[in-house]
């Protein structure tokens, strides 16, 4: 049976077409699954019933279950494993802000980059998900907000798990279903799309006329040690990366962020401020520092706060915008990729 979850309107027309209905249906249908949380045809109480027996015996609306969830003891971030039909489980994340609700969505189940800081590449990418995988994602948050009468989705980051520019069409139609009214309405300016820097496509990204934000992994400010910690790089060269993002920054007149996590002894001493303030000098953008989720089984770990301090008035100091990323969630294995790993090794 096909799944419909995950359809525009306009393929929705497409897939009902036999049925002969009335154009409108489909945008009731479409509502009812994007924005009033049915779960079945049965929920969907203005369509005749008969149509919904018919329809239900013709398609389903693929949801996934809530597998496992973990709620940090502050309140205010929650970590789901969802699970898809086919038993692909995939994280994501909810964080409560002083700004409004936030959540962070898997594009991949796993991760093929091989990023040596990174929890979800430590077993491989199992697939891409389909762009109802995605969307369901946020779907079933918005979901319990609104039941919970706490308010809605407010942003998204596409930060979860994978590289979502390894899957470039079913993200970006995911990000073009988030705007749509009868979805969730989302400004594209409270969209972030975070790239380990596959340049082709961030190119191709910035021709889409979409005014999302973007992120860029870069983690180290020089080709050997970024080489290192990401093997990306070998294909897609830092300055081909800082490149392509500042094309990006030109285009869409939007600041790009470079995310940089800061490793203790490796990407954090003044050397590598000094690189990194030469490297983005001038530049349309800003760098969030993040300090390392400790791999242990990797020796990275943590830079002392007073160092972590230091970098980042070395690049003030530099006329660098430059934030400190609050860390929310670490006592539930919120970073990247820790739950599932949880659940492979059980
Ligand atoms: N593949 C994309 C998106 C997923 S990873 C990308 O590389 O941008 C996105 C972010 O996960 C990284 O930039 C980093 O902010 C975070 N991350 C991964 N492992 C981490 C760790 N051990 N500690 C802190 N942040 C981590």
């Avoid at 369509?47 to 239900?56: H, Q």
């Avoid at 790089?233 to 993002?245: E, F, I, L, T």
Wanted: with cysteine.
């Amino acid at each position: 049976m096909n799944n419909i979850f995950g359809l525009t309107i306009k393929e929705l027309q497409a897939e009902l077409a036999p049925f002969q209905l009335p154009a409108y249906r489909a945008r009731q249908i479409a509502e009812w699954m994007y924005r009033k949380g049915a779960r079945s045809f049965e929920d969907m109480t203005n369509l005749p019933k008969k149509l919904r027996s018919d329809l239900a015996s013709s398609f389903v609306i693929g949801r996934p279950r809530e597998k496992d969830r973990l709620d940090s003891a502050d309140g205010r971030t929650t970590k789901f494993l969802l699970e898809f039909a086919d038993g692909t489980a995939v994280e994501t994340v909810l964080m409560r802000q002083p700004y409004g609700n936030s959540i962070c969505v898997s594009t991949q189940a796993g991760c093929n980059m091989g990023c040596a800081f990174c929890a979800s590449t430590l077993h491989g990418m199992a697939r891409n998900l389909s762009t109802g995988e995605i969307l369901s994602q946020a779907i079933v948050i918005e979901d319990m907000l609104r039941a919970e009468q706490q308010g809605k989705v407010d942003t998204v980051v596409i930060m979860g798990s994978g590289e979502p520019l390894m899957n470039y069409e079913h993200v970006l139609a995911f990000i073009r279903l988030l705007h749509e009214p009868y979805v969730l309405g989302m400004g594209y300016r409270n969209i972030t799309l975070s790239t380990s820097g596959i340049v082709p496509n961030m190119y191709r990204l910035a021709e889409e006329g979409l005014p999302i934000s973007l992120s860029v992994s870069l983690h180290a400010p020089n080709d050997v040690l970024r080489s290192r910690l990401m093997p990306i790089n070998r294909k897609y060269p830092m300055k081909d990366v800082v490149q392509a993002a500042c094309h990006y920054a030109e285009v869409t007149k939007r600041r790009v962020t470079y995310e940089y996590i800061l490793i203790d002894q490796l990407n954090d001493g003044e050397a590598q401020a000094r690189e990194l303030v030469a490297l983005l000098r001038g530049q349309l953008a800003s760098v969030n520092l993040i300090p390392i989720n400790p791999v242990v089984e990797r020796q990275l770990m943590r830079p002392s706060a007073g160092r972590i301090r230091w970098f980042e008035q070395y690049l003030q100091e530099h006329h660098i915008n430059v934030t400190v990323r609050r860390e929310m969630g670490t006592d539930i294995q919120a970073a990247c990729g820790q739950l599932r790993n949880k659940h492979i090794k059980d």
